[in-house]
Structures are given as structure tokens and as C-alpha cells.
């Protein structure tokens, strides 16, 4: 079984809809990580959480809310979807303690809003 | 600020050939690096990573990697790529901002094989 599964793996959803990507780890790590990629861009910092009580903003969180239900589980909304969130979405786990500690990526999920 | 540079968007190489993938990084004090691998349809999966020491490191799958701190560079290679090589490469660099470390990807360099 992976160790880090993303759900749904493909989404396809009209503007204006909200829509909710899980992620789940049996990893057991305490840090999960939302990114999105875009071609030519590489991957981009949404949301970030080092516990369930301890969430923070990355880079591109406008249009974006996360919730951590629990160590194990990390999701990411967008709350009014808009075309140009259409991309690939990643998430990724890593284990508390050094700073440059190996970030984990699930499969992702291939968003597109039409 | 900090930066990560893959200057090759696209790479197409022959199978058997050798492959090497640039990358460049901006950062003031001594840089944490990776290069991962994503195969279509995959997540990324490391390939290698730098953190102190010896500055030639190896990988998984036969991949190297050279840290040169006077070039700024930590360029990836393998002598002979294999067809199941074909997928898109990121180098990453760990900044370390409010006392956690920020993974900064590239944009990424594809690696297409030809028979």
C-alpha cells in the first residue's frame, strides 16, 4: 500500500463549485504539505502543517482553506473554484525534527475547472 | 532571494547515451539539495540528496549528482539512460526560513528517450 494516497486522483468541476482534495499518510509523520504544479513552473507551496493545531500559509493560499483532521490526514478546499486552479495537485508528508528532513509525495490529483 | 534555476526545459537523449540535467541554485548560506523524479501518472520520488560532505553523491536508479558551490550548481547525471528513464527531473533547495526548511523546486527539465 502507498504510503501517502491522494483522493480523487483525476476531478473534473465546473467554476464556482467547491471542491475538497483529501490526502491521507501511514507514514506516520507530523508535517503534511498541499503544492500545486504548473507546467513550467514547478511546485508551488499552498499549505503547510506541522501538527493538527499548527497550520500555516504558503505562498499561493489565496482561493484555498486546508483542514487537519488528524496526524494522519491533511485536505485541501478551494472554497469557489476558478479556472486557473486547474493543475496538479500534490501532497506530501515529512518527518518532524531537521530543517532538510526528505519530503514523501503522494500520486496526485489532477484538478480541472471549467 | 532564493532561487532554483533549471535552465533545460526539455532534454531528448538516446538510449544508451549518457544524460546530464543542470541546475542552479541562489542562496546565501550552505544549501540543502535534492533532485527528485516524476514519472507520468507518479508522484516524485527522490532520487538523491546533498547535504554536507563528500560532493559527488549517489543515487537510486544510477543517477549522481555533483555539488559545485563556486558554480552554484548540483547538476544530475547518468551514463546510460534506459528507456524507463524517460520522465520530468526537479532539482529542489531546502532555505531555511523561520526555522523550518522551505523546499524551493524548479520548474523542471523533461527527459524524453529515443529508441
Known amino acids: 500500500d502507498a504510503d501517502v494516497t491522494q483522493t480523487p486522483r483525476n476531478r473534473i468541476t465546473k467554476t464556482g463549485k467547491r471542491i475538497m482534495l483529501e490526502c491521507s499518510q501511514t507514514k506516520g509523520h507530523d508535517r503534511m504539505y498541499w503544492y500545486r504544479q504548473d507546467p513550467g513552473l514547478g511546485l508551488r507551496l499552498i499549505y503547510y502543517s506541522f501538527d493538527v493545531k499548527d497550520i500555516n500559509k504558503g505562498e499561493i493560499s489565496d482561493g484555498y482553506s486546508v483542514s487537519r483532521q488528524a496526524q494522519a490526514k491533511f485536505s485541501l478546499s478551494l472554497e469557489s473554484a476558478i479556472p486557473n486552479q486547474t493543475a496538479l495537485y500534490f501532497c506530501a508528508t515529512s518527518k518532524q525534527g531537521v530543517s532538510y528532513n526528505e519530503q514523501f509525495f503522494g500520486p496526485g490529483t489532477r484538478l480541472t475547472v471549467l | 532571494a532564493q532561487s532554483v534555476t533549471q535552465p533545460d526545459i526539455h532534454i531528448t537523449v538516446s538510449e544508451g547515451a549518457s544524460l546530464e540535467l543542470r541546475c542552479n541554485y541562489s542562496?546565501?548560506?550552505?544549501?540543502?539539495l535534492f533532485w527528485y523524479v516524476q514519472s507520468p501518472g507518479q508522484g516524485l520520488q527522490l532520487l538523491l540528496k546533498?547535504?554536507?560532505?563528500?560532493?559527488l553523491v549517489q543515487g537510486i536508479k544510477g543517477f549522481e549528482a555533483e555539488f559545485k558551490r563556486s558554480q552554484s550548481s548540483f547538476n544530475l547525471r547518468k551514463p546510460s539512460v534506459h528507456w524507463s528513464d524517460a520522465a520530468e527531473y526537479f532539482c529542489?533547495?531546502?532555505?531555511?526560513?523561520?526555522?523550518?526548511?522551505?523546499?524551493?523546486f524548479g520548474a523542471g527539465t523533461q527527459v524524453v528517450v529515443t529508441p
Open positions: 546533498y547535504f554536507s560532505g563528500d560532493t
Open positions: 529542489a533547495v531546502v532555505t531555511l526560513t523561520d526555522s523550518w526548511g522551505k523546499f524551493q
Open positions: 542562496y546565501g548560506a550552505t544549501p540543502y
